[in-house]
């Protein structure tokens, strides 16, 4: 017999890791102020852009000498634009621990070439041996993984007395956790995530050294106009001023604008990181009362508070073939969905069968209180069927 189902619902089921939960309090009317059918280079565009990347700057406490540019193609845009101008004079040391950190390894080793880079790799639920980094390589490393839900602790193994450059894909992480800029050349991360933007463009954040490598490095692939960030060996300071290198949407503008007015309304990042802190620790609450489900991070210093991944570790669940196991997971998933309670909440395709639950700073913690009850429900649910 399942039990009745919960009371309480969730007041907004939103609790996919990107795109990821508006802002509370969110409606359309926000985009209101769009400058739409302007030109972005117009004195209002190109002012609304600089906005953008100030407050971010500001937010984010991100040093006075990076540069922050706005970037086509999302997250995925910004790394690349950063690996395709920058890799390849040094050997590259790649770690990865989930699909994403695969994805760079396969953009350096198969399409760069750079065959003779070195990866570390380590299971979903773990972290490589990061202190492995070599000071005279490039690194190239995810703050936070997303499908696996575990984050590097801190930038302790970065040297500071480094010649390589770091290269993070800080997506689910910016926003959400502290991030230690100087030990960074190249961050990047897109809106859709912790701030609940809409997606459409990166943000690309270069340390000082990170453009003395693109002034004096040229790469001997060919470089499309939307990597192109140097011209006659020097930085094109525009990009990061608010002139894009091609055109960008002014209303996914607008919309990001009023995440970071809403993040700065509450406390800026350290009130950012409170809330999803929060969040992470309802679910360690119930993870240690639960029977049946444990997080796919067992350490807790590595452990996300942003894409909170958990494994199923009942006996029952654990004898069933993988095939069926990912399904009974799923089942899980598709359960809160039908009830509207939790959407988009089945793990990653690549990752252990399970669940994903996004806590970043958009998400209410009274919403994953609510859900709690719901995720008991629903696994007796799935059980017992
Ligand atoms: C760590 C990480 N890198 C890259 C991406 C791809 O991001 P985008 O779709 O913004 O390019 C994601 C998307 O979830 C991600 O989580």
Redesign the pocket.
């Known amino acids: 017999m399942t039990g009745n189902a919960p009371a309480v619902r969730p007041a907004r089921p939103f609790f996919s ?2 795109p990821c939960a508006k802002r509370p309090g969110w409606t359309p009317e926000v985009l209101n102020a769009a400058l739409l059918g302007r030109s972005h280079r117009s004195k209002p565009g190109k002012a609304r852009l600089k906005d953008a990347i100030d407050r971010t700057k500001a937010l984010l406490g991100i040093p006075a000498d990076y540069r922050v540019g706005i970037v086509p ?5 910004a ?1 690349e634009m950063a690996m395709w101008s920058m890799l390849g004079p040094k050997t590259v040391d790649l770690f990865a621990w989930e699909s ?1 950190g695969e ?1 760079w390894v396969t953009d350096t080793v198969k399409q760069l070439k750079l065959k003779d880079s070195r990866i570390f790799k380590a299971a979903y639920g773990e972290l490589p041996r990061l202190a492995d980094a070599d000071p005279n390589h490039d690194v190239v490393f ?1 703050w ?4 696996s839900g575990v984050r590097v602790p801190n930038g302790d193994w970065i040297s500071d007395a480094r010649e390589g450059l770091t290269i993070c ?1 800080a ?2 992480a910016a926003f959400a956790m502290d991030i230690p800029w100087k030990k960074l050349d190249v961050a990047t991360f ?1 809106w ?1 995530k912790v701030l609940g933007g809409e ?1 459409a463009h ?1 943000v690309l954040i270069l340390s000082p050294r990170a453009v003395a490598r693109l002034e004096a490095y040229t790469p001997a692939w060919p470089m499309p106009k939307i990597f192109r960030m140097t011209k006659g060996g020097k930085l094109v300071e525009g990009i990061f001023e608010g002139e894009t290198i091609n055109t960008p949407s002014m209303l996914a503008l607008e919309d990001y604008l009023d995440a970071l007015k809403w993040a700065e309304g509450l406390g800026g990042l350290k009130a950012l990181i409170a809330r999803s802190n929060a969040n992470l620790n309802v679910l360690a609450r119930w993870v240690k009362e639960s029977n049946w489900a444990a997080f796919l991070a067992k350490d807790e210093a590595i452990r996300s508070n942003t894409s909170v991944c958990l494994k199923i570790v009942d006996p029952w669940f654990l004898a069933l073939t993988p095939e069926a196991q990912a399904d009974a997971a799923k089942k899980i998933a598709t359960t809160l969905d039908k009830e509207g309670v939790a959407l988009d909440i089945a793990a990653y395709r690549a990752a252990p069968p399970g669940l994903r639950i996004w806590c970043g700073a958009t998400v209410d913690t009274a919403d994953v209180a609510a859900l709690t009850p719901w995720l008991e429900w629903a696994w007796a649910k799935v059980k017992q069927s």
Do not use: E, P
Request: charged letters at 15%.
């Open positions: 890791s990107g193609a999302s997250d995925t845009g790394m994403f994805d995810l936070n993984g997303t499908t894909d997506t689910s897109s859709q997606a990166g």
